[in-house]
């Protein structure tokens, strides 16, 4: 299928080409994959560079990827199920599921080895793990004491890979918060402790939720926390952005094996994924909540999990302190696992009100714009490349849109026959 068919200018695509082309060719990113659709139907595929540029083998369609936090939205969907099905709550508290998060404490002064600590104002919720104003952190932020004490409890950067969910979990809960539940909007590890939350009420492993609830059902045959001895030729190489010389540098270190059987299974992180799976993921998403025949959700919830949540609407540097993440989002909103777009010109965007996305650390991405139809992926393996890539990816793709172009019914196709 061609772009003209779903609405796009070929000609003012080939720009978005040459600007990947540009990352490709200076090391920066030695190899990214985009597929643009509108209406599930794929009218852009562009693979460029190498997956692996040591071995010489180039991205291809069928590459795998590892997505990190584009786990999240995967978690989010699984959570919102049981939702829907009346086994849990948006507003009970995380200690009905979790006794360690009973009491929990909020950070007030101190060194991280011998913080002072008062009781939380108010309980730690499902909605707040959902909208990431739990008061968790992440170890890898060196923001604040809350982060050190993480680090100094062994929660630093890989280090959360080894256990389990619910090691994790008690781990956390015996910790200090960064503020109480509700008060900010802070990225964390709050997906993860979700994720424990559906192990408990769905009695089920996190992986066994997500290939039974949502991949078996999807067709995401390709999509999983471990690859099988004959795909790993089609893994991407891993890569981290060395600052110095501007180029992306092999990081084998950075990352476990991917064919032996894990005991921990991420929430926030840890899945692999194709963009022929990943296309699917989000067209369900566009199609709220079903493809091809199969419900996961219903159009409602799909629609308050893509509204945005923080009290007053407004976006999540205006909740947040200082810091890298929330840095990045100005004029976007959070709703229940997405950032939403709230305020194009805040944002200096093009894109449209109410597209809904997130990322992964080492450049995966997605969004989905619901009033344009349009769900568009895109893949690199580097870890810590902080440019502006994301906001440059959106404006290629939308200064491309034709005048009047409008994608029409909502049949799928794969990636590979785009």
């Not at 508290?93 to 007030?108: H, N, Q, T």
């Not at 709220?288 to 007053?312: F, K, Q």
């Not at 992926?377 to 690199?380: C, G, R």
């Given at each position: 299928m061609s772009p003209e068919e779903i609405g796009f200018d070929s000609?003012?695509?080939?720009?978005?080409?040459?600007?990947?082309?540009?990352?490709?060719?200076?090391?920066?990113r030695p190899g990214t994959l985009v597929v643009i659709a509108r209406g599930g139907r794929v009218g852009y595929v562009r693979a460029q560079g190498l997956r692996d540029a040591e071995q010489d083998l180039p991205v291809e369609a069928d590459t795998i990827w590892r997505i990190y936090s584009m786990t999240k939205p995967v978690t989010s969907v699984a959570a919102l199920m049981l939702w829907?099905?009346?086994?849990?709550?948006?507003?009970?508290?995380?200690?009905?599921?979790?006794?360690?998060?009973?009491?929990?404490?909020?950070?007030?002064?101190?060194?991280?080895a011998a913080p002072v600590?008062?009781?939380?104002?108010?309980?730690?919720?499902?909605?707040?793990?959902l909208t990431h104003t739990s008061g968790l952190t992440y170890s890898g932020w060196h923001e604040h004491p809350v982060d050190e004490a993480y680090r100094n409890a062994g929660l630093d950067r890989g280090a959360t890979d080894e256990g389990t969910l619910a090691d994790l979990a008690d781990r956390l809960g015996a910790l200090p918060l960064l503020c109480d539940p509700g008060s900010e909007w802070n990225?964390?590890?709050?997906?993860?402790?979700?994720?424990?939350v559906v192990e408990v009420v769905s009695g089920l492993s996190l992986e066994d939720v997500f290939r039974s609830r949502i991949f078996e059902p999807l067709g995401m045959h390709e999509t999983g926390y471990t690859i099988a001895e004959s795909q790993v030729e089609r893994l991407a190489a891993l890569y981290a952005f060395d600052v110095e010389s501007g180029r992306a540098r092999p990081a084998p270190g950075q990352d476990r094996s991917r064919t032996e059987p894990r005991t921990f299974t991420g929430g926030g992180h840890g899945l692999v994924s194709t963009a022929a799976d990943y296309h699917r993921f989000t067209h369900m998403l566009l199609r709220?909540?079903?493809?091809?025949?199969?419900?996961?959700?219903?159009?409602?919830?799909?629609?308050?999990?893509?509204?945005?949540?923080?009290?007053?609407d407004v976006d999540i540097p205006s909740m947040s302190r200082p810091g890298v993440v929330s840095a990045q989002f100005p004029g976007h909103g959070f709703g229940l696992g997405f950032s939403v777009l709230i305020d194009p010109v805040a944002a200096r965007t093009i894109a449209t009100r109410g597209a809904f996305a997130w990322s992964g650390a080492a450049g995966t991405e997605f969004w989905v714009d619901p009033a344009e139809e349009l769900t568009v992926?895109?893949?690199?393996q580097v870890l810590g490349?902080?440019?502006?890539?994301?906001?440059?990816?959106?404006?290629?793709?939308?200064?491309?849109?034709?005048?009047?172009?409008?994608?029409?019914?909502?049949?799928?196709?794969?990636?590979?026959s785009g």
């Open positions: 000609t003012r695509l080939e720009r978005l080409e040459r600007h990947l082309q540009r990352y490709v060719d200076s090391g920066s829907e099905e009346g086994l849990l709550s948006l507003d009970d508290p995380v200690a009905r599921y979790l006794p360690a998060f009973e009491g929990v404490r909020v950070y007030e002064r101190g060194a991280a600590t008062r009781p939380a104002r108010s309980e730690m919720t499902i909605w707040h793990l990225y964390s590890h709050s997906t993860d402790v979700l994720a424990r709220g909540g079903e493809l091809d025949g199969v419900r996961l959700l219903s159009s409602r919830t799909v629609e308050l999990m893509t509204t945005n949540h923080l009290p007053g992926t895109f893949f690199s490349d902080g440019g502006p890539l994301r906001d440059e990816l959106r404006r290629l793709v939308y200064q491309a849109l034709a005048p009047s172009g409008r994608a029409q019914g909502h049949r799928d196709n794969s990636p590979m």
